[in-house]
């Protein structure tokens, strides 16, 4: 805005400068005609010049509500971007406290970890005193072990004896099934046997019996 008003006053001082150089050489009436025309031009040219200054002073406002507009813009992208940041910085502090919540979680862990660990430790080493402490009586135990083992060997062999003597005692009688109308009595009269050798080579405990039932009669007590 400056510029055309400082050339506006230069033009208008040369007009004026001029204007009274030339009243010094002519006649008043061609001086009157000249000054005429120079005020003439003198006036287009100011025209001219507040054209110009119109028209700058609507570019400068245009570029005024530019510049406005493109600071409004700035300040609205600032403000995004700060809204962004703040979002983020929040974002990373909400993971933040999580990380620690979880580095302080996995401590505790660890210390009850190395607690149960001391603990077994603890346990093992009493352990090992009391196997130590109890290692006689573990022997002790085991030479008992032994010998019952070995009664137990005595124990199957005479078992095995006694199934063998049983097995050779069958093998010398012979079978009867009991009919009906048979007693322990009547049989024993018919085979000339006692009724407690019946009783005992057959295992009965009492003088009952059934028909089908299978007695063992021994051969030398057959009947004739």
């Known amino acids: 805005m400056t510029k055309p008003i400082s050339s506006l006053h230069c033009f208008i001082m040369i007009a004026a400068v001029t204007f009274s150089s030339c009243t010094s050489w002519n006649s008043p009436r061609e001086e009157?005609?000249?000054?005429?025309?120079?005020?003439h031009k003198?006036?287009?040219?100011?025209e001219d010049l507040k054209h110009d200054l119109n028209t700058s002073d609507i570019e400068l406002h245009i570029l005024e509500g530019k510049i406005l507009d493109q600071e409004e813009v700035i300040t609205a992208l600032k403000e995004q971007l700060v809204e962004k940041q703040n979002n983020k910085l929040e974002e990373i502090h909400?993971?933040?406290?999580g990380f620690n919540k979880k580095?302080?979680?996995?401590?505790?862990?660890?210390?009850?970890?190395?607690s149960d660990i001391k603990h077994l430790v603890t346990h093992a080493n009493d352990t090992t005193t009391a196997l130590?402490?109890?290692k006689d009586k573990i022997y002790e135990i085991e030479k008992h072990v032994l010998a019952q083992n070995k009664k137990f060997e005595e124990v199957a062999k005479v078992k095995k004896t006694l199934e063998n003597f049983s097995s050779e005692s069958k093998q010398e009688c012979?079978?009867?099934v009991i009919r009906e109308g048979d007693s322990l009595q009547k049989i024993s009269k018919h085979f000339s046997v006692s009724i407690e050798d019946l009783k005992k080579i057959n295992h009965l405990k009492d003088d009952l019996?059934?028909?089908g039932?299978?007695?063992?009669?021994?051969?030398?007590?057959?009947?004739p």
Not at 32 to 39: F, G, P, Q, R, V
């Open 32 to 39: 009157s005609h000249k000054t005429e025309i120079t005020l």
């Open 103 to 114: 580095i302080a979680y996995l401590e505790k862990k660890q210390e009850e970890f190395f």
């Open 132 to 134: 130590s402490q109890y």
């Open 174 to 176: 012979v079978t009867y």
């Open 42 to 46: 003198m006036r287009t040219e100011v």
């Open 213 to 223: 039932q299978t007695l063992h009669i021994p051969k030398s007590s057959q009947a």
């Open 94 to 97: 909400h993971a933040l406290l």
């Open 209 to 211: 019996i059934f028909s």
